[in-house]
Protein backbone atom coordinates (compact mmCIF):
# COMPACT_ATOMS: atom_id res chain seq x y z
CA UNK A 1 0.00 0.00 0.00
CA UNK A 2 2.76 2.43 0.58
CA UNK A 3 4.52 1.28 -2.52
CA UNK A 4 1.57 2.33 -4.01
CA UNK A 5 0.53 5.25 -2.84
CA UNK A 6 4.85 6.76 -3.27
CA UNK A 7 4.51 5.71 -7.08
CA UNK A 8 0.94 7.90 -7.46
CA UNK A 9 2.71 10.91 -5.88
CA UNK A 10 5.11 10.64 -8.14
CA UNK A 11 2.75 9.69 -11.18
CA UNK A 12 1.55 13.27 -10.12
CA UNK A 13 4.16 15.39 -9.65
CA UNK A 14 5.74 14.10 -13.01
CA UNK A 15 2.50 14.90 -14.54
CA UNK A 16 2.52 18.52 -12.93
CA UNK A 17 6.09 19.00 -14.34
CA UNK A 18 4.45 18.69 -18.15
CA UNK A 19 3.87 22.23 -18.93
CA UNK A 20 0.86 22.04 -21.97
CA UNK A 21 2.48 23.89 -25.42
CA UNK A 22 -0.47 24.70 -27.56
CA UNK A 23 -0.62 26.69 -30.51
CA UNK A 24 -3.70 29.05 -31.22
CA UNK A 25 -4.44 31.43 -34.02
CA UNK A 26 -7.74 33.05 -35.74
CA UNK A 27 -8.69 32.37 -39.37
CA UNK A 28 -9.99 35.10 -41.30
CA UNK A 29 -13.60 33.74 -40.86
CA UNK A 30 -13.47 34.36 -37.35
CA UNK A 31 -12.80 30.57 -36.36
CA UNK A 32 -10.28 30.39 -33.24
CA UNK A 33 -8.21 27.34 -33.79
CA UNK A 34 -5.89 26.09 -30.93
CA UNK A 35 -3.77 22.71 -31.90
CA UNK A 36 -1.78 20.57 -28.67
CA UNK A 37 0.69 18.02 -30.23
CA UNK A 38 1.27 14.90 -27.89
CA UNK A 39 2.64 11.73 -29.18
CA UNK A 40 2.04 9.87 -26.02
CA UNK A 41 -1.04 7.54 -27.14
CA UNK A 42 -1.84 7.60 -31.13
CA UNK A 43 -5.15 9.24 -30.68
CA UNK A 44 -6.17 12.68 -31.56
CA UNK A 45 -9.25 14.90 -29.87
CA UNK A 46 -11.19 17.17 -32.19
CA UNK A 47 -13.15 19.57 -30.44
CA UNK A 48 -15.56 22.56 -31.50
CA UNK A 49 -17.03 24.95 -28.76
CA UNK A 50 -19.62 27.25 -30.05
CA UNK A 51 -20.33 30.19 -27.66
CA UNK A 52 -24.36 29.26 -27.54
CA UNK A 53 -26.10 27.87 -24.61
CA UNK A 54 -29.55 28.01 -23.14
CA UNK A 55 -28.84 31.57 -22.29
CA UNK A 56 -28.74 33.23 -25.51
CA UNK A 57 -32.21 31.67 -26.48
CA UNK A 58 -35.70 33.93 -27.28
CA UNK A 59 -37.43 33.57 -23.80
CA UNK A 60 -40.37 32.32 -25.82
CA UNK A 61 -38.52 29.30 -27.55
CA UNK A 62 -36.66 28.07 -24.88
CA UNK A 63 -34.80 24.69 -25.52
CA UNK A 64 -33.22 26.08 -28.73
CA UNK A 65 -29.18 25.34 -27.91
CA UNK A 66 -29.84 21.81 -26.39
CA UNK A 67 -32.41 20.70 -28.61
CA UNK A 68 -29.67 21.27 -31.52
CA UNK A 69 -27.01 19.66 -29.84
CA UNK A 70 -29.45 16.58 -30.95
CA UNK A 71 -30.51 17.74 -34.41
CA UNK A 72 -27.28 18.44 -35.54
CA UNK A 73 -26.23 14.71 -35.66
CA UNK A 74 -28.70 14.30 -37.99
CA UNK A 75 -26.55 14.58 -40.68
CA UNK A 76 -25.77 17.13 -43.14
CA UNK A 77 -25.23 17.73 -47.21
CA UNK A 78 -23.09 15.08 -47.64
CA UNK A 79 -23.91 12.72 -44.50
CA UNK A 80 -27.05 11.22 -44.58
CA UNK A 81 -29.28 11.03 -41.76
CA UNK A 82 -28.04 8.26 -38.97
CA UNK A 83 -24.81 8.38 -40.16
CA UNK A 84 -22.57 10.59 -38.14
CA UNK A 85 -22.49 7.92 -35.46
CA UNK A 86 -21.54 5.33 -37.89
CA UNK A 87 -18.65 6.93 -39.35
CA UNK A 88 -17.20 7.39 -35.77
CA UNK A 89 -17.33 4.01 -34.78
CA UNK A 90 -16.35 2.97 -37.98
CA UNK A 91 -12.64 4.35 -37.60
CA UNK A 92 -13.03 2.91 -33.99
CA UNK A 93 -13.61 6.26 -32.10
CA UNK A 94 -16.12 7.92 -29.70
CA UNK A 95 -17.98 10.91 -30.35
CA UNK A 96 -20.31 13.05 -28.23
CA UNK A 97 -22.00 16.59 -27.16
CA UNK A 98 -23.19 18.54 -24.63
CA UNK A 99 -25.46 21.85 -23.77
CA UNK A 100 -25.17 23.90 -20.79
CA UNK A 101 -26.42 27.48 -20.39
CA UNK A 102 -23.43 29.48 -21.93
CA UNK A 103 -22.23 26.49 -24.49
CA UNK A 104 -22.58 23.59 -26.59
CA UNK A 105 -19.63 21.74 -26.99
CA UNK A 106 -19.46 18.70 -29.69
CA UNK A 107 -16.35 16.05 -29.91
CA UNK A 108 -14.75 13.47 -31.39
CA UNK A 109 -12.03 11.30 -30.44
CA UNK A 110 -10.14 9.16 -33.14
CA UNK A 111 -6.74 7.13 -33.72
CA UNK A 112 -4.52 9.59 -35.24
CA UNK A 113 -4.77 8.33 -38.81
CA UNK A 114 -8.28 9.44 -38.51
CA UNK A 115 -7.84 13.17 -37.78
CA UNK A 116 -9.10 14.47 -41.10
CA UNK A 117 -12.28 12.16 -40.64
CA UNK A 118 -12.93 14.48 -37.25
CA UNK A 119 -12.39 17.46 -39.32
CA UNK A 120 -14.38 16.97 -42.27
CA UNK A 121 -17.59 15.73 -39.87
CA UNK A 122 -17.46 19.43 -37.62
CA UNK A 123 -16.63 21.10 -40.86
CA UNK A 124 -19.85 19.30 -42.20
CA UNK A 125 -21.81 20.31 -39.09
CA UNK A 126 -20.76 23.96 -39.48
CA UNK A 127 -21.59 24.53 -43.08
CA UNK A 128 -23.73 21.82 -44.44
CA UNK A 129 -26.06 20.22 -41.58
CA UNK A 130 -29.31 19.71 -42.58
CA UNK A 131 -32.45 21.58 -41.43
CA UNK A 132 -35.31 20.25 -42.07
CA UNK A 133 -39.06 19.02 -41.02
CA UNK A 134 -38.25 14.80 -40.52
CA UNK A 135 -35.29 16.06 -38.42
CA UNK A 136 -36.73 18.48 -36.62
CA UNK A 137 -39.89 16.20 -35.95
CA UNK A 138 -37.59 13.11 -35.00
CA UNK A 139 -35.27 15.41 -32.69
CA UNK A 140 -38.84 16.79 -30.90
CA UNK A 141 -39.48 13.62 -29.58
CA UNK A 142 -36.10 12.53 -28.64
CA UNK A 143 -36.00 15.49 -26.82
CA UNK A 144 -39.49 14.72 -25.31
CA UNK A 145 -38.59 11.64 -24.16
CA UNK A 146 -35.31 12.81 -22.90
CA UNK A 147 -36.86 15.15 -20.91
CA UNK A 148 -39.02 12.75 -19.17
CA UNK A 149 -36.72 10.06 -18.28
CA UNK A 150 -34.13 12.69 -16.81
CA UNK A 151 -36.18 15.38 -15.49
CA UNK A 152 -39.71 14.86 -14.90
CA UNK A 153 -39.97 11.27 -14.14
CA UNK A 154 -36.54 10.94 -12.31
CA UNK A 155 -36.46 11.31 -8.77
CA UNK A 156 -34.94 14.80 -7.93
CA UNK A 157 -34.92 15.14 -11.23
CA UNK A 158 -36.15 18.75 -10.97
CA UNK A 159 -34.48 20.29 -8.25
CA UNK A 160 -32.05 22.18 -10.45
CA UNK A 161 -34.39 24.08 -12.93
CA UNK A 162 -36.67 24.31 -10.08
CA UNK A 163 -33.31 25.94 -7.88
CA UNK A 164 -32.69 28.09 -11.02
CA UNK A 165 -36.07 29.67 -11.61
CA UNK A 166 -36.29 31.12 -7.99
CA UNK A 167 -32.60 32.28 -8.06
CA UNK A 168 -33.25 34.70 -11.55
CA UNK A 169 -35.67 36.62 -12.05
CA UNK A 170 -34.23 38.47 -14.87
CA UNK A 171 -31.70 37.02 -16.25
CA UNK A 172 -31.95 33.80 -18.56
CA UNK A 173 -30.24 31.77 -16.40
CA UNK A 174 -33.84 31.53 -14.78
CA UNK A 175 -34.57 28.27 -17.57
CA UNK A 176 -32.86 25.15 -17.49
CA UNK A 177 -31.43 24.29 -21.09
CA UNK A 178 -33.63 21.53 -21.33
CA UNK A 179 -36.17 24.37 -21.74
CA UNK A 180 -40.08 24.00 -22.44
CA UNK A 181 -41.91 21.33 -24.82
CA UNK A 182 -44.74 23.73 -25.55
CA UNK A 183 -41.90 26.31 -27.09
CA UNK A 184 -40.36 23.52 -28.68
CA UNK A 185 -43.46 22.12 -29.92
CA UNK A 186 -44.54 25.82 -31.60
CA UNK A 187 -41.80 26.67 -33.41
CA UNK A 188 -41.53 26.41 -36.71
CA UNK A 189 -38.53 24.97 -38.86
CA UNK A 190 -38.03 28.80 -40.14
CA UNK A 191 -36.86 29.33 -36.79
CA UNK A 192 -34.70 26.47 -36.42
CA UNK A 193 -32.89 27.92 -39.54
CA UNK A 194 -32.70 31.38 -38.19
CA UNK A 195 -30.85 29.52 -35.12
CA UNK A 196 -28.89 27.82 -36.86
CA UNK A 197 -27.38 30.80 -39.27
CA UNK A 198 -26.92 33.30 -36.23
CA UNK A 199 -25.06 31.04 -33.94
CA UNK A 200 -23.38 27.85 -35.83
CA UNK A 201 -21.03 30.09 -37.53
CA UNK A 202 -16.72 30.15 -37.36
CA UNK A 203 -16.56 33.39 -35.08
CA UNK A 204 -18.67 32.02 -32.56
CA UNK A 205 -16.74 29.06 -32.33
CA UNK A 206 -13.95 27.16 -31.14
CA UNK A 207 -11.97 24.42 -32.78
CA UNK A 208 -9.39 22.27 -30.46
CA UNK A 209 -7.53 19.22 -31.45
CA UNK A 210 -5.33 17.69 -29.36
CA UNK A 211 -3.23 14.34 -29.54
CA UNK A 212 -0.97 12.21 -31.62
CA UNK A 213 -0.64 15.30 -34.74
CA UNK A 214 1.52 17.18 -36.16
CA UNK A 215 0.95 20.81 -35.85
CA UNK A 216 2.12 22.45 -39.15
CA UNK A 217 0.24 19.56 -41.58
CA UNK A 218 -2.61 20.05 -38.89
CA UNK A 219 -2.74 23.60 -40.21
CA UNK A 220 -3.13 22.42 -43.47
CA UNK A 221 -5.87 20.40 -42.58
CA UNK A 222 -7.41 22.71 -40.63
CA UNK A 223 -7.25 25.37 -43.84
CA UNK A 224 -8.90 22.72 -46.15
CA UNK A 225 -11.94 21.88 -43.80
CA UNK A 226 -12.85 25.21 -42.36
CA UNK A 227 -11.08 28.12 -44.00
CA UNK A 228 -13.65 28.86 -47.13
CA UNK A 229 -16.47 28.53 -44.41
CA UNK A 230 -18.09 31.95 -44.41
CA UNK A 231 -18.24 34.42 -41.15
CA UNK A 232 -21.40 35.11 -39.78
CA UNK A 233 -23.12 38.46 -40.66
CA UNK A 234 -25.79 38.13 -38.02
CA UNK A 235 -25.60 39.88 -34.81
CA UNK A 236 -24.98 37.18 -32.00
CA UNK A 237 -27.60 37.97 -29.41
CA UNK A 238 -26.17 38.18 -25.84
CA UNK A 239 -28.26 38.53 -22.81
CA UNK A 240 -28.18 41.48 -20.27
CA UNK A 241 -25.75 40.57 -17.47
CA UNK A 242 -27.27 42.50 -14.67
CA UNK A 243 -29.53 40.24 -12.19
CA UNK A 244 -30.06 42.47 -8.66
CA UNK A 245 -29.22 40.92 -5.47
CA UNK A 246 -31.71 38.54 -3.38
CA UNK A 247 -31.59 41.17 -0.59
CA UNK A 248 -33.49 38.52 1.56
CA UNK A 249 -34.01 34.58 2.06
CA UNK A 250 -36.17 32.59 -0.48
CA UNK A 251 -38.28 30.11 0.95
CA UNK A 252 -40.35 28.09 -1.13
CA UNK A 253 -41.80 23.90 -1.39
CA UNK A 254 -41.67 21.80 -4.19
CA UNK A 255 -43.54 18.71 -4.35
CA UNK A 256 -42.06 15.41 -6.75
CA UNK A 257 -44.59 12.48 -6.63
CA UNK A 258 -41.60 10.09 -7.40
CA UNK A 259 -39.58 10.47 -4.36
CA UNK A 260 -40.18 9.00 -1.00
CA UNK A 261 -37.73 10.55 1.14
CA UNK A 262 -37.44 14.86 1.72
CA UNK A 263 -34.47 16.59 0.39
CA UNK A 264 -33.50 20.53 1.24
CA UNK A 265 -31.23 22.49 -1.24
CA UNK A 266 -29.95 25.94 -0.05
CA UNK A 267 -28.51 27.81 -3.13
CA UNK A 268 -26.22 30.99 -2.83
CA UNK A 269 -25.55 33.33 -5.48
CA UNK A 270 -22.16 33.82 -6.37
CA UNK A 271 -20.49 35.96 -9.42
CA UNK A 272 -19.13 34.84 -12.53
CA UNK A 273 -16.82 31.78 -13.27
CA UNK A 274 -14.45 34.94 -14.39
CA UNK A 275 -14.08 35.83 -10.46
CA UNK A 276 -10.75 35.02 -8.47
CA UNK A 277 -13.13 34.37 -5.62
CA UNK A 278 -13.94 30.81 -7.83
CA UNK A 279 -10.99 29.02 -7.11
CA UNK A 280 -11.78 29.44 -2.86
CA UNK A 281 -15.44 28.58 -3.49
CA UNK A 282 -14.49 25.49 -5.47
CA UNK A 283 -11.93 24.54 -2.25
CA UNK A 284 -15.26 25.36 0.05
CA UNK A 285 -17.07 23.08 -1.59
CA UNK A 286 -14.56 20.28 -1.07
CA UNK A 287 -14.45 21.06 2.60
CA UNK A 288 -18.20 20.21 2.77
CA UNK A 289 -18.56 17.63 0.25
CA UNK A 290 -15.35 16.16 -0.94
CA UNK A 291 -14.88 12.62 -0.47
CA UNK A 292 -16.47 10.22 2.71
CA UNK A 293 -14.51 12.39 5.14
CA UNK A 294 -16.41 15.58 4.20
CA UNK A 295 -18.04 17.85 6.85
CA UNK A 296 -21.70 17.68 5.41
CA UNK A 297 -21.26 14.00 5.19
CA UNK A 298 -19.34 12.79 8.22
CA UNK A 299 -21.89 14.97 9.85
CA UNK A 300 -25.67 14.46 8.70
CA UNK A 301 -24.82 11.23 6.95
CA UNK A 302 -22.24 9.40 9.38
CA UNK A 303 -22.49 11.11 12.82
CA UNK A 304 -25.49 12.32 13.52
CA UNK A 305 -27.24 9.62 10.58
CA UNK A 306 -29.97 12.29 9.73
CA UNK A 307 -29.22 12.29 6.55
CA UNK A 308 -29.15 9.49 3.74
CA UNK A 309 -26.63 11.77 1.05
CA UNK A 310 -25.55 14.99 2.21
CA UNK A 311 -23.50 17.42 -0.63
CA UNK A 312 -22.35 20.69 -1.78
CA UNK A 313 -20.74 22.09 -5.26
CA UNK A 314 -19.92 25.30 -7.25
CA UNK A 315 -22.14 25.50 -10.28
CA UNK A 316 -20.31 28.34 -11.57
CA UNK A 317 -21.18 29.92 -14.82
CA UNK A 318 -20.21 32.22 -17.52
CA UNK A 319 -22.37 35.52 -16.00
CA UNK A 320 -23.35 34.69 -12.36
CA UNK A 321 -23.41 31.24 -10.55
CA UNK A 322 -25.13 29.56 -7.47
CA UNK A 323 -23.54 27.82 -4.47
CA UNK A 324 -25.40 24.73 -3.73
CA UNK A 325 -25.84 22.86 -1.07
CA UNK A 326 -28.35 19.96 -0.33
CA UNK A 327 -28.86 16.56 1.43
CA UNK A 328 -31.79 13.99 1.18
CA UNK A 329 -33.17 13.30 4.61
CA UNK A 330 -32.87 9.98 6.21
CA UNK A 331 -36.10 7.77 7.34
CA UNK A 332 -38.79 9.35 9.74
CA UNK A 333 -36.55 12.63 9.46
CA UNK A 334 -38.18 15.44 8.24
CA UNK A 335 -36.90 18.74 6.21
CA UNK A 336 -37.07 21.23 9.22
CA UNK A 337 -34.85 19.06 11.11
CA UNK A 338 -32.23 18.34 8.11
CA UNK A 339 -32.59 22.34 7.47
CA UNK A 340 -31.42 23.16 10.49
CA UNK A 341 -28.70 20.54 11.00
CA UNK A 342 -27.64 22.30 7.33
CA UNK A 343 -27.56 25.79 8.69
CA UNK A 344 -25.36 24.45 11.43
CA UNK A 345 -22.52 23.29 8.59
CA UNK A 346 -23.08 26.34 6.84
CA UNK A 347 -22.26 28.88 10.21
CA UNK A 348 -19.53 26.76 11.17
CA UNK A 349 -17.85 27.38 7.89
CA UNK A 350 -18.58 31.18 8.39
CA UNK A 351 -17.07 31.17 12.27
CA UNK A 352 -13.94 29.38 12.07
CA UNK A 353 -11.07 28.53 10.00
CA UNK A 354 -10.92 24.97 8.07
CA UNK A 355 -8.44 22.87 10.16
CA UNK A 356 -4.75 22.10 8.36
CA UNK A 357 -5.67 18.98 8.06
CA UNK A 358 -8.43 19.60 6.30
CA UNK A 359 -6.87 22.11 4.21
CA UNK A 360 -3.84 19.97 3.40
CA UNK A 361 -6.78 17.50 2.01
CA UNK A 362 -8.53 19.56 -0.07
CA UNK A 363 -4.94 21.52 -1.75
CA UNK A 364 -4.83 17.28 -2.61
CA UNK A 365 -7.99 16.85 -4.28
CA UNK A 366 -7.58 19.74 -5.96
CA UNK A 367 -4.18 19.22 -7.38
CA UNK A 368 -5.23 15.84 -8.19
CA UNK A 369 -8.72 16.90 -10.21
CA UNK A 370 -6.54 19.43 -12.29
CA UNK A 371 -3.80 16.85 -13.22
CA UNK A 372 -6.48 14.48 -14.03
CA UNK A 373 -8.26 16.11 -16.04
CA UNK A 374 -5.41 16.67 -18.56
CA UNK A 375 -3.90 13.73 -18.61
CA UNK A 376 -5.82 12.33 -21.69
CA UNK A 377 -6.23 14.21 -25.17
CA UNK A 378 -9.98 14.94 -24.70
CA UNK A 379 -9.03 16.72 -21.69
CA UNK A 380 -7.01 18.83 -22.55
CA UNK A 381 -8.58 20.01 -25.99
CA UNK A 382 -11.94 20.57 -23.86
CA UNK A 383 -9.35 22.90 -21.14
CA UNK A 384 -7.72 24.81 -23.96
CA UNK A 385 -10.70 25.49 -25.24
CA UNK A 386 -13.26 26.19 -22.64
CA UNK A 387 -10.23 28.66 -21.70
CA UNK A 388 -10.18 30.62 -24.24
CA UNK A 389 -14.06 30.78 -24.99
CA UNK A 390 -14.84 31.84 -21.47
CA UNK A 391 -11.32 33.51 -20.25
CA UNK A 392 -9.77 34.32 -23.62
CA UNK A 393 -6.87 32.98 -21.55
CA UNK A 394 -5.72 29.65 -23.18
CA UNK A 395 -2.61 29.74 -20.94
CA UNK A 396 -4.78 29.14 -17.78
CA UNK A 397 -4.59 25.15 -18.36
CA UNK A 398 -0.81 25.45 -17.31
CA UNK A 399 -1.79 28.40 -14.28
CA UNK A 400 -4.70 26.89 -12.89
CA UNK A 401 -3.13 24.76 -10.58
CA UNK A 402 -0.83 27.91 -8.98
CA UNK A 403 -4.70 29.63 -8.87
CA UNK A 404 -5.52 27.02 -6.35
CA UNK A 405 -2.74 26.27 -4.27
CA UNK A 406 -2.80 30.20 -3.49
CA UNK A 407 -5.63 29.88 -1.80
CA UNK A 408 -5.57 30.14 2.21
CA UNK A 409 -7.61 28.54 5.17
CA UNK A 410 -8.59 32.54 5.33
CA UNK A 411 -9.71 33.30 1.79
CA UNK A 412 -12.24 30.15 1.98
CA UNK A 413 -13.47 31.72 5.27
CA UNK A 414 -13.84 34.65 3.68
CA UNK A 415 -16.13 33.22 0.93
CA UNK A 416 -18.91 31.83 3.64
CA UNK A 417 -18.87 35.27 5.18
CA UNK A 418 -19.14 36.65 1.59
CA UNK A 419 -21.73 34.30 0.48
CA UNK A 420 -23.08 32.31 2.46
CA UNK A 421 -25.89 34.71 4.24
CA UNK A 422 -28.97 34.00 4.54
CA UNK A 423 -30.04 37.10 2.80
CA UNK A 424 -28.17 35.83 -0.06
CA UNK A 425 -29.88 32.47 -0.64
CA UNK A 426 -33.12 30.45 -1.70
CA UNK A 427 -33.95 27.51 0.39
CA UNK A 428 -36.06 24.75 -1.11
CA UNK A 429 -37.99 21.55 0.47
CA UNK A 430 -38.31 19.44 -1.94
CA UNK A 431 -41.06 17.13 -0.93
CA UNK A 432 -42.94 13.71 -1.48
CA UNK A 433 -46.13 14.63 -3.47
CA UNK A 434 -47.53 15.46 -6.28
CA UNK A 435 -47.16 19.24 -7.79
Known amino acids: MLLSAGLFSIQILCAQAVKINFVEYDLPNGLHVILH ?22 PERTGFAHFFEHLLFEGSENIKRGEFFKYVSSAGGQNNAYTTQDQTFYYEVLPSNQLELGLWLESERML ?226 ITEKEFEKIRNQMENQVVSQNSGVQGVATNLSNNYLFFKNTNLINTELEKYMKVTREDIQRMANTYLKKENRVVMYYLPGKK
Open 37 to 58: EDHTVPLVAVTVNYHVGSKNEN
Open 128 to 353: HAKIEEVGVETQREVVKEEKRLRVDNQPYGRFISEIFVRAFKSHPYRWAPIGSMDHLNAAQLSEFIDFYKTFYVPNNAVLSIAGDIDIEKTKVLVDKYFKDIPKGTREIPRPKKDEPPLNKEVRDTVYDEFIQLPAVVYAYRIPSMKSEDQYALQMMSQVLSGGSSSRMNKELVDNKQKALQAFAFNYALEDHGLFITAAIAGMNVDAKELDQLMDIEVEKMKKEL
